[in-house]
């Protein structure tokens, strides 16, 4: 069964500082990798997913990952963060080909200081 | 477009008592439908899942069970709720394909008293 790893339980910043999440997973074949976040009082949202093809993926608000297949990692990158970007963030990971096994990391919680 | 309903948004509930959470979706058919469980700092743990009516699997053993009466219909339930049945949860939906996202709605707080 995969795994996945968020090693930062909580990040505190900046406004305006760049940002850098790490997720690693553990699987031995071929996978489809998500991040989502949970704004306050809010239900999860997709930010991004990779499932092919460019292993730089871009997603909403500035948010962009890349896939590092040697490494196992997913991390979640912006290069300039906004207060509002204060938020729980998890990245999840799914064997391709099965639509069960969503995998979900312990989150990471990002407070952005104004 | 799709969407997700989930309710109660909060629940809270003598031990003992039974349970039941309601998870429908609109705009689509033949939906993949979950229940997970989020405990803080701990993500989200997979419940059950199911692929079709009447279809459902247990990720964990547990005190809770699920049902899929309809298409676009999930509930949650126990017959007799324990202390460690409080927390949040969720319902999601997917179109079943691995890429594709799955959808969550807002969740339910379990209180058990």
């Known amino acids: 069964a995969q795994s996945v790893s968020q090693h930062n339980h909580h990040v505190i910043l900046s406004e305006a500082a760049s940002l850098e999440l790490g997720c690693n997973y553990s699987?031995?074949?071929?996978?489809?990798l998500f991040w989502y976040v949970q704004y306050p009082g809010q239900h999860l949202q997709l930010l991004l997913k990779?499932?092919?093809?460019?292993?730089l993926v871009k997603g909403i608000k500035g948010f962009e990952a890349e896939f590092i297949k040697s490494k196992f990692s997913f991390n979640l990158r912006k290069p300039s963060v906004q207060w509002s970007d204060t938020a729980e963030y998890f990245c999840a990971v799914i064997p391709s080909g099965s639509a069960r096994q969503l995998t979900f990391g312990s989150g990471t919680q990002l407070t952005v200081l104004p | 477009s799709q969407t997700i309903h989930q309710w109660p948004a909060t629940l809270v509930q003598p031990v003992g008592s039974p349970l039941s959470l309601e998870c429908t979706v609109e705009g689509t058919s033949n939906p993949n439908l979950y229940w997970y469980r989020q405990a803080a700092g701990r993500g989200l743990q997979l419940l059950f899942y199911s692929v079709g009516i009447g279809q459902i699997s247990s990720e964990v053993p547990q005190n809770l069970s699920a049902s899929r009466p309809q298409d676009r219909q999930f509930i949650l339930s126990s017959k007799k709720l324990l202390l460690s049945d409080s927390g949040f949860y969720l319902c999601?939906?997917?179109?079943?394909?691995?890429?594709?996202?799955?959808?969550f709605g807002d969740g339910t707080r379990l209180s058990i008293l």
């Open positions: 999601a939906w997917s179109s079943g394909q691995s890429y594709q996202p799955q959808h």
């Open positions: 990779y499932f092919s093809g460019d292993p």
């Open positions: 699987y031995g074949g071929t996978v489809n």
